[in-house]
C-alpha cells in the first residue's frame, strides 16, 4: 500500500467536518441518497473513460469473454487489463501477479520465481537488443531515446514519427505516396520478403521454449505487433500475457467480476465486483450482486476474523481492529469505503473530528470511513 496516499488520506480526513452521528434512521437516509450520487457518479466515470485520451502506449479492445464491454491493451506487450490505465505503457512485462488468497507458505515462492522468470526474460531481452544495435536499420527508420525509459533506445519511423520498441522488419512507408506508385509497390515487396526472412530467423531461435510444456489452459499463439514471436494465450478467455505462464490458465469469471491489482499487497490480485466496486480476495464463483448481499452480521465478522489469521500483515502501521455496527455507502470512493454491518476494519488513523481511516477486510480497500459507525474490538 502507498504510504503517499495514507498520508494523503490522513490529510483529508482530518480536514473533514464532524463525523456523522449514528443515528439507525439518519444512517438509513444518508445511505440511500449516498447510493444514488455514487450510481451517477460511476456511469459519468464509465461515460468519461470511453472518451478520455489514453496514457501513451495503450488502446481500447473489445474484451473477448465480454462482447460489447472494453478492456486496455499495451501495444508493445500485449497484456490486457480491465481498468483505465493511469500511467504509459510498459514497453517490458512486468512480473505476473499472485493471487492474493494464496497460501502464505507458497507467496512467496511463487513471487520469486516470477521475478526470476521475469529477470531470465529481461535478459534475453537485453542480448537481443545488443546483436540489434550492430544491424543495419530498414529505410525509413532511426534509433532515438525512449521517452518512458531514459537510456534505452526505441525505433522511430522517419515518415509518421510513429514508435515501437521492437527491431523494425522491414523498411517504412511514406504514407504521401499514392496507392498506385511503383514505389511503393516495390517496397511492399521488400517488406514482405524482410517480414518472412525475420519469422524464419525468429522461430528458430524459439525451438527451444516452443518445446517446453504448457500448464494447463495456455496455448502459444504467433503475436499481432511481433510477427513471428510468440506470445500466450489463455484458451478460456483468450487473454494474452507476453511472459511463459508458470500456472493453469484461470477459467472466465463469474457475470460481473473482474480481476485488478490489488491497492493494499502490490503483485498480487483480487476480484472486483464492476457494479458496486467491492473487492474480495477470493476467486467468486458466482455472477457479481449489484446490490451488497443480505448476511449474518456476526457470520460477516467471523470470517473476516479468519481470514485475518492466514493472511499477511499490512505494510502499514495498524492502530486497533474495529466492527462496522451500522452500514456506510461511501460517495467518494477515490479517499472512503463502504462499510457493511458486521465488517473488521483494520484501524490506521483516528482524526479527533470522528473521522477514520482503516482498510475494510472484506474488500481489501482502504479510506475514511466514520469512526462513529464502528466500535473497537479487544485483542
Known amino acids: 500500500m502507498s504510504s503517499d496516499r495514507d498520508e494523503v488520506l490522513k490529510a483529508l480526513s482530518s480536514k473533514r467536518g464532524n463525523a456523522p452521528v449514528a443515528d439507525p434512521d439518519a444512517v438509513k437516509k444518508r445511505n440511500q441518497e449516498a447510493l444514488v450520487k455514487r450510481k451517477a457518479m460511476l456511469a459519468k466515470m464509465k461515460e468519461e473513460e470511453n472518451s478520455k485520451p489514453l496514457p501513451e502506449g495503450w488502446r481500447r479492445v473489445e474484451s473477448r469473454s465480454r462482447p460489447g464491454e472494453f478492456v486496455y491493451e499495451n501495444i508493445h506487450t500485449e497484456e490486457r487489463i480491465a481498468w483505465f490505465p493511469t500511467e504509459a505503457a510498459k514497453e517490458e512485462a512486468g512480473p505476473a501477479l499472485v493471487a492474493q488468497n494464496t497460501d502464505e507458505s507458497k507467496k512467496a515462492a511463487l513471487k520469486e520465481k516470477n521475478r526470476i522468470a521475469l529477470e531470465k526474460r529481461k535478459e534475453r531481452l537485453r542480448q537481443q537488443r545488443e ?14 531515446e525512449s521517452r518512458s525509459r531514459p537510456g534505452e533506445m526505441v525505433y522511430e519511423n522517419i515518415h509518421t514519427g510513429e514508435r515501437q520498441a521492437w527491431f523494425p522488419d ?30 524464419a530467423k525468429l522461430a528458430a531461435k524459439k525451438n527451444e521454449e516452443a518445446s517446453r510444456p504448457l500448464p494447463e489452459g495456455w496455448k502459444r499463439v504467433e503475436s499481432r505487433s511481433r510477427p513471428g514471436e510468440f506470445v500466450y494465450e489463455n484458451i478460456y478467455t483468450e487473454e494474452r500475457i507476453a511472459w511463459f505462464p508458470e500456472e493453469p490458465a484461470e477459467p472466465p469469471l463469474p457475470e460481473g467480476w473482474r480481476r485488478v491489482e490489488s491497492r493494499s499487497y502490490p503483485g498480487e490480485f483480487v476480484y472486483e465486483n464492476i457494479y458496486t466496486l467491492d473487492r474480495q480476495a477470493w476467486r467468486p464463483d458466482g455472477p457479481a450482486p449489484k ?63 470522528g473521522w477514520w481511516v482503516g482498510i475494510n477486510t472484506r474488500t481489501q480497500r482502504n479510506g475514511i470511513f466514520p469512526g462513529t459507525y464502528v466500535e473497537e474490538m479487544s485483542g
Open 170 to 199: 522491414a523498411p517504412s512507408t511514406d504514407p504521401k505516396i499514392g496507392e498506385g506508385d511503383e514505389k511503393k509497390k516495390a517496397l511492399m515487396e521488400k517488406n514482405r520478403k524482410a517480414l518472412e526472412a525475420r519469422k
Open 291 to 353: 446490490e451488497p448481499i443480505e448476511e449474518d452480521p456476526a457470520q460477516r465478522t467471523q470470517q473476516q476474523l479468519n481470514e485475518l489469521k492466514t493472511a499477511a500483515a499490512p505494510e502499514v502501521n495498524i492502530v486497533c481492529k474495529a466492527r462496522a455496527m451500522y452500514e456506510y455507502t461511501a460517495e467518494n470512493r477515490e479517499e472512503e469505503i463502504d462499510l457493511l454491518e458486521g465488517d473488521v476494519i483494520l484501524v490506521e488513523y483516528k482524526a479527533d473530528n
Open 131 to 144: 546483436a540489434e544495435a550492430s544491424l543495419e536499420l530498414p529505410e525509413g527508420w532511426k534509433r532515438v
